[in-house]
């Protein structure tokens, strides 16, 4: 089974700031990766396909990069409605999933 | 509109059995792989089984063979997740998600929560 290795697994940024979140697979995975937010109580919400692709409707301060083992996700600006829990997920294989990093307010 | 809608959660006893449905709608169902997803209270996401139109497209994680069976109904547009032996560490709220094989999962629906506790 392809595992996936989230970095960092919590932080804390404000308002206006760029952060990144890294995942890393345990094997070559191409660009079989995703990303998705999720809010208490919700179910996860897509925001990034095929590792760089953004989904419809997802605002442009997400975006996503990186192929075979290293991906990352970066959110420019951040806006109060993006603190919430982000995951990775492969689809090379059976689909796995990163074990999250939960963004927070400063 | 695609719809997924989960029911049939609810508290049973170790060893004990459970039925979870997913009731679809907006799109052709039969077309689509189905997926069940879970999600342990404060705990990260795992997927737990998958299904495709046909006995030979039904694929589950590791630590539910056995246990749980997959299965769909499509002249009535619904996915079933058959539970069994269930264990304490199967609580988990438990989503129904659509997606192909080599595809994320685009659209999920709201969950259902699964407790096992004596």
């Known amino acids: 089974a392809i595992q996936l290795a989230q970095s960092p697994s919590s932080l804390s940024a404000s308002v206006g700031d760029r952060v990144t979140v890294t995942c890393r697979a345990s094997q070559g995975i191409a660009s079989a990766l995703a990303w998705y937010q999720q809010k208490p109580g919700k179910a996860p919400r897509l925001l990034i396909y095929d590792a760089s692709s953004l989904e419809s409707g997802v605002p442009s301060r997400f975006t996503g990069s990186g192929s075979g083992t290293d991906f990352t996700l970066t959110i420019s600006n951040l806006q109060p409605e993006d603190f919430a829990t982000y995951y990775c997920q492969q689809f090379q294989s059976f689909p796995s999933f990163g074990q999250g990093t939960k963004l927070e307010i400063k | 509109e695609v719809q997924l809608v989960e029911s049939g959660g609810g508290l049973v006893k170790p060893g004990g059995s459970l039925r979870l449905s997913c009731a679809a709608s907006?799109?052709?169902?039969?077309?689509?792989?189905l997926n069940w997803v879970r999600q342990a209270p404060g705990k990260g996401l795992e997927w737990v089984s998958s299904i495709r139109d046909g006995p030979s497209g039904v694929h589950y994680t590791d630590s539910v063979k056995g246990r749980f069976t997959i299965s769909r109904d499509n002249a009535k547009n619904s996915l079933f997740l058959q539970m069994n032996s269930l264990r304490v560490e199967d609580t988990a709220v438990y989503y129904c998600?659509?997606?192909?094989?080599?595809?994320?999962?685009?659209?999920w629906g709201q969950g259902t929560l699964v407790t096992v506790s004596s």
């Open positions: 998600a659509r997606g192909e094989a080599g595809r994320p999962f685009v659209y």
């Open positions: 907006g799109f052709p169902f039969s077309s689509f792989t």
